[in-house]
Structure formats: C-alpha cells, structure tokens
C-alpha cells in the first residue's frame, strides 16, 4: 500500500521557521522525483520545490527562493521542506508529490496545513 504522509505543519509567526516532513512507503522511494507543493484558500496548486531522485538538482518557486529548501534521505524514504522567514502569503496546505518519470506513476500525499500569522 502505498503511503505518503506528511508532518511538521502548524502554526507560526511571520519570520519563523517550520520543517516539513513527508515519510514514503509502499514503493521505491529512491527512483522518485520529489516535489512539495502548497493549495491557498481559492487558489490553484502551485509547485513550490522539488528534487530529483539522486538530489543533484532543486527547483524553486521564484516566491520561496533563499527562504526553503528541499532535500531528502533515500535511506529513510523521507523528503524534507525546511521553511525559513516565513510570511503570510506562505499560508496554505502543503502536499507531497511522488513521480517516476519512467513509467510514470504518481502519488500525492493527504496535506498538512502551514499557518503564518501574528
């Protein structure tokens, strides 16, 4: 059964710090690209960072660029979202998203909400 199951959200104040974590099971963690995005209240999903499967290439959102950043641990089937001076407008639910670009299987995690607020 596959599983991916995030952690780590809550609620913060606007310059404060929060990691995310996202625990894989159920299928081979290490031939997936990683990726976090994020849902707003009456938003679209956007594509926040993500990671290949060897962690040699990032990718960021322009709006999280020098504040987050992704990485992940093959030996423990996790991916992490660290998330630093945190504002506002980083307010929505953070999903995980698996992908194997070869035969194209994809997973999404359940969520986990991220509040910034004073």
């Known amino acids: 059964q596959v599983q991916l199951v995030e952690s780590g959200g809550g609620l913060v104040q606007p310059g404060g710090s929060l990691r995310l974590s996202c625990a894989a099971s159920g299928f081979t963690f290490s031939n997936y690209a990683m990726t976090w995005y994020r849902q707003a209240p009456g938003k679209e999903r956007e594509l926040v960072a993500a990671?290949?499967?060897?962690?040699?290439?990032?990718n960021y959102a322009d709006s999280v660029k020098g504040r987050f950043t992704i990485s992940r641990d093959n030996a423990k089937n996790t991916v992490f979202l660290q998330m630093n001076n945190l504002k506002p407008e980083d307010t929505a639910v953070y999903f995980c998203?698996?992908?194997?670009?070869?035969?194209?299987?994809?997973?999404w995690g359940q969520g986990t909400q991220v509040t910034v607020s004073s």
């Open positions: 998203y698996a992908i194997n670009y070869f035969t194209k299987d994809d997973y």
């Open positions: 990671i290949v499967s060897t962690s040699s290439t990032t």
